[in-house]
């Protein structure tokens, strides 16, 4: 059967070549089966428009994240990029170590990895800090989840002590450290025992530094 007798037949068109990874679906839109549910990205008659909307939701998409529509505005890829842009001099000049820079690395990563790095950095709210707390608490004691929120939130506190947007950001009271009360307990379930990596992390660094002669 002819390209144009199957489409004549089926009423569908066939993709514009071999590898596109697309399909017509009923609706008359170019569709993908994303983790066992559908998605549409535009109409038959716009195989090329479709398949930017696909490429530009893809890495969202296949992540589970909601996809955003890039937009103007400060994109929480920039935003780590310049906040990191900024610890790295402080690095050069002595003012912070390279493993407190490589932290910071991490947690820029995991925001990226939770929204996305074209998510708008003041289209967060209380309901995404909402969910990634309790995505980091499923693997983490209270002692390094208070130390990853406090970082996480340095560096979202960068867009704004920068200008770098225009309304502070609302993490609801779903994103805040465990209380004292919940550390005194987890600490109290472990019985004595020896300082942890962050806490001898931050004893390290709050040390007074010995000149070399």
Known sequence: MSQSTKRRTTGK?????PDFPLFPHATRRWAKKIRGKHFYFGPWEDPDGAL??????KDDLYA????RVAGDGLTLRDLCNAFLRSKRLRVDSGDLNERTFRDYLKSCERLIEA???????EDLGPDDFERLRASLAENWGPVTLGNEIQRMRVVLKYAVDQQLVEEAIR????????NRKVLRKARAA??????????????????????RR
């Open 64 to 67: 589970g994240r909601v996809p």
């Open 52 to 57: 930017q909307q696909y490429l530009n939701q």
């Open 115 to 121: 929204f996305g790095k074209q998510r708008l950095v």
């Open 190 to 211: 472990k019985g004595p025992r020896m300082f942890d990596a962050d806490e001898l992390k931050q004893i390290v660094e709050a040390a007074p530094r010995r000149s």
């Open 13 to 17: 068109p066939a993709k514009p070549y």
């Open 171 to 178: 993490y609801g009271h779903g994103f805040r450290q465990p």
